[in-house]
């Protein structure tokens, strides 16, 4: 039996982080600095005002006026790997990291897998 545990938005994820206070607002994510960038992932709040990804940033600005620009950070990224994976590893001693924000648990062996379908949803939430 097998669990996977999904970051939605692992990279705009990783990069607020470390500024909480922007999970609220319009951000939106860039993969590199040149001027014909778009975004690559965007908050709720960002989506909410009209912003999808693959605007431009120009695009972006002209339906929401407070939106705020990140770059993507492969350190910040990969900091944010590991601590999924040391969070994981609370659950299951046999993970995978399969992908970014993505790690699979193997859930045999536990006791866990052992009990009854509500258990585990319990255990899921």
Avoid: N
């Amino acid at each position: 039996m097998f669990a996977a545990v999904v970051i939605p938005d692992f990279e705009l994820c990783a990069v607020l982080r470390h500024e909480p206070e922007l999970h609220r607002a319009p951000v939106g994510l860039l993969l590199d600095e040149s001027k014909k960038a778009r975004l690559h992932q965007i908050t709720a709040a960002a989506a909410q005002a009209g912003v999808a990804p693959g605007l431009t940033t120009t695009q972006a600005k002209a339906r929401c006026s407070s939106i705020a620009f990140r770059l993507r950070s492969i350190p910040q990224e990969e900091a944010a790997s590991e601590v999924l994976l040391e969070c994981a590893y609370q659950s299951a001693a046999y993970l995978e990291a399969t992908g970014p924000g993505i790690c699979t648990l193997d859930l045999r062996g536990l006791p866990l897998a052992r009990e009854d379908g509500p258990a585990l949803e319990r255990w899921a939430l």
